[in-house]
């Protein structure tokens, strides 16, 4: 802890200073340009792979990058979506997966999450990945074609969601899939047949 607040202090003290009227403008609201549907894993920063600054990316951050289907039951995923693409506009959506994800190897390994109830009721959410993750191409071992087979099987999902069906009807909303490797800095999107390639 005693790193993380003298990170705080360098960023009072260094940081914001010199940029402090940018800070001051988002004072006045945001415009985001996505909506980065994105893992909790601690080596993903979506900030440094996007090269934005704070107000341009709106994000969701959940084991696995998960989006649950559309149901009445609320939940933090749907409401930020709604909220995303109604409130603000943004006109496009990314789910982000990665290498080495902790929660698609427990998808991936039955009985591996058995210890952690509320991670694998979680987790099972998504399934039908791995019924779709021999569909994918673009990746050699079977965990990152399974987190590749993810990224499809949640945009299917978002589909399902009514804002989003709106805007992707009304041609206002895009949809993108990416696989980020963070040991080579490599980030690969998907086409509409789960083919990844490098962006």
Known sequence: MESILEGIERF?????PDRREA????????????LLVTCSDSRIDPSMVTQTDP???????????LVAPHSAAPSAEAATIEYGIEALGIPDI???GHTHCGAMAALGQ???ADGLPSVKAWIETSTASLDRRDSVSGFDDDLTKLVA???????????GHPSVAKGLEAGTLRLHGWVYDFERGDVYACDENGNFSRV
């Open 23 to 34: 800070f001051e403008a988002l004072g006045g609201g945001q415009q985001p340009k996505i």
């Open 94 to 96: 990314v789910v982000c």
């Open 110 to 112: 039955p009985g591996s």
């Open 12 to 16: 009072q003290t260094k940081v914001f």
């Open 55 to 65: 107000g341009e990316v709106f994000v969701v951050r959940n084991a696995g990058n």
């Open 149 to 159: 087979a993810n990224v499809c099987q949640q945009l299917d999902h978002l589909r």
